[in-house]
C-alpha cells in the first residue's frame, strides 16, 4: 500500500500532470470567458441582422407605396396602398408589420399573408426610442411587451417578440414609424447558429495547443529525468572513486608511517626505561616518546577524517572515539556515550557521525570549551545525538561566520533524509548540536 501511495504521490506531482491539470482549468475559463463573450456578439450580431433586414425590408416594400393620404386618413388611400405594396412578411420569423403615424396612430398593420390587412386609425403610445428614431432616424429594438395596449388590442400575440423599428418617409416628408415583429425564437435559432462557430473555434486551438505543449513538455521531462539519472550515476561513481581513493591513503598511512611512527615510539620508550641510559637523556627520550604519541593520535584522527572506519555495530563509537582525540590534546575534557545503535541503518549511522565530527570541529576550533560531551542514542524510531560543550557559544540572531557553514550544509541533507538538525547557543552558554534521525 506504501508503494502505491507513493507512486501515486509521485504521478500526481509529476509536471505534466501539473501541467494538464492547469492547461485544463485555464482552457475551461479562457473557454467560458470567450463564450460569454461570443454569446453576447452573437446576440448583437442576430439583432443587428434582424434590424438590417427589417430596414430593407421597410426601404423596399412598404417607404415607395407610403403616400400622404395614408397617413392623414384619406379615402381609398388604404386601398391604394394595399394594392401596390407587396406582401410586407416577406422576411422569414418576420410574424407582423405594423405602420404608426408620429402621434402613434396605427395607419396599416399585417399579421397574416392569408388574411387581409387592417388600418384601425387607433392612436397607441409610443416609446421613447421610438419616438427619437422617428425624429432622429435609425433603427431600433426593443422587448415586446405583452401587457401593452397594442399587443391587447392584438389578444395578447406580441408576446415572444422582439420589436424592431425603423423610420420610413412619405413624398411629402411626413415621418412614419415602421414597426417589425420577429420572433424571439428565430432570433435565438440564429444567434446559436452564430455562436456555434465561435464556440469551436475558440476551443478548438486552446485544446490543440495544451495537447501539443504536454506532449512537448512530457518529452522534456524525460530528457531532464535521464539527464538527472545519468548526473546521479557519475556522482555516485566519483563519490566511489573518491572513496575508493580515501580508502586507499588511509590505508597506505595506517600501515605504513603509522605503525612505523608507533613502533618507533614504542622503541622510544623501551630505551627510556634502560637503566643504561643517563638521566638527561632518558628525559628527552620520554619526552621524543610523548610527542611521537600525541602525533600518533592526531594522525589517526586524520585518518579517521579521510576515511571513517567501519561504522556498523561498535564501529561508531570507536570513530566517535578517533575523534575525540584532538579535544583532549586541545586540553578538553571529553565523554562519550553511544547505546543502541547496533541495529541503525548505514546512512543513519553516517549521518550521525559526519553531523558529530562538524560539531567536534568547530568546539575544538572555536568554542573555547572546557567539557564536551557526545551521547548517542538509538531506539525503535530512529536515533538522537548530542554533542554538549561549555564554551563561549555564539548569538544565534547574528550573521553565521565560516565556522557554522558546515552545520548549515549539514542541515539541508539531514532535512532530505527525514531528520531534523538543531544548534542551540548564546553568549557564554556553551553550544548544543541536537540530531534527530527518523526511520
Not at 549511522?349 to 567539557?371: D, F, G, I, K
Request: hydrophobic letters at 40%.
Amino acid at each position: 500500500m506504501s508503494t502505491i501511495g507513493s507512486s501515486r504521490t509521485t504521478w500526481v506531482r509529476s509536471p505534466v500532470f501539473l501541467f494538464v491539470a492547469v492547461s485544463a482549468v485555464l482552457v475551461g475559463a479562457i473557454f467560458v470567458a470567450t463564450n460569454v463573450i461570443a454569446d453576447d456578439a452573437a446576440t448583437d450580431a442576430a439583432r443587428a441582422q434582424a434590424e438590417s433586414v427589417s430596414e430593407l425590408l421597410a426601404q423596399t416594400t412598404a417607404e415607395p407605396y407610403v403616400g400622404n393620404g395614408l397617413v392623414t386618413g384619406k379615402p381609398g388611400a388604404y386601398d391604394k396602398f394595399f394594392r401596390k405594396a407587396p406582401n410586407l412578411l416577406q422576411a422569414r420569423d418576420v410574424e407582423s408589420v405594423d405602420l404608426f403615424a408620429t402621434d402613434g396612430t396605427l395607419i396599416y398593420s399585417q399579421d397574416d399573408p392569408e388574411v387581409l390587412p387592417v388600418v384601425s386609425r387607433e392612436r397607441y403610445s409610443l416609446s421613447t426610442a421610438q419616438r427619437r428614431v422617428l425624429e432622429e432616424g435609425g433603427t431600433g429594438s426593443e422587448l415586446a411587451d405583452p401587457t401593452s395596449a397594442r399587443s391587447l388590442d392584438r389578444n395578447g400575440d406580441e408576446e415572444g417578440l422582439v420589436k424592431i423599428y425603423t423610420r420610413i418617409e412619405t413624398p411629402s416628408g411626413e415621418p412614419v414609424l415602421f414597426v417589425a415583429y420577429w420572433a424571439l425564437d428565430g432570433l435565438e435559432a440564429s444567434r446559436s447558429e452564430i455562436f456555434g462557430s465561435f464556440r469551436w473555434i475558440t476551443l478548438g486551438p486552446l485544446v490543440l495547443l495544451s495537447l501539443v505543449s504536454a506532449v512537448m513538455l512530457g518529452l522534456l521531462t524525460m530528457q531532464v529525468r535521464r539527464a538527472g539519472r545519468e548526473r546521479e550515476r557519475l556522482l555516485e561513481a566519483a563519490m566511489s572513486a573518491s572513496d575508493a581513493e580515501r580508502r586507499r591513503i588511509a590505508r597506505d598511512l595506517h600501515d605504513g608511517v603509522v605503525q612505523d611512527l608507533a613502533g618507533t615510539a614504542f622503541s622510544l620508550s623501551a630505551v627510556a626505561r634502560d637503566p643504561q641510559v643517563p638521566g638527561e637523556a632518558r628525559a628527552r627520550l620520554t619526552s621524543a616518546g610523548d610527542s611521537l604519541r600525541d602525533g600518533l593520535r592526531s594522525l589517526r584522527s586524520l585518518l579517521a577524517e579521510i576515511h571513517p572506519p567501519d561504522l556498523h555495530g561498535k564501529g561508531l563509537a570507536s570513530a566517535i572515539a578517533d575523534l575525540l582525540a584532538p579535544v583532549s590534546a586541545a586540553g578538553i575534557t571529553a565523554s562519550l556515550s553511544v547505546e543502541d545503535v547496533e541495529d541503525a541503518p548505514g546512512a543513519e549511522v553516517t549521518m550521525l557521525w559526519r553531523v558529530t565530527q562538524e560539531a567536534v570541529r568547530n568546539t575544538v576550533r572555536h568554542a573555547e570549551a572546557s567539557t564536551l560531551a557526545v551521547t548517542v542514542r538509538g531506539h525503535r524510531d530512529g536515533s538522537l545525538l548530542e554533542v554538549v560543550d561549555d564554551g563561549i557559544g555564539f548569538d544565534q540572531d547574528c550573521s553565521r561566520g565560516p565556522e557554522h557553514f558546515g552545520l548549515t550544509g549539514l542541515r539541508s541533507l539531514v532535512t532530505d533524509a527525514g531528520g531534523r538538525l538543531e544548534v542551540r547557543s548564546a553568549p557564554g552558554e556553551g553550544t548544543t548540536v541536537r540530531l534527530e534521525v527518523r526511520r
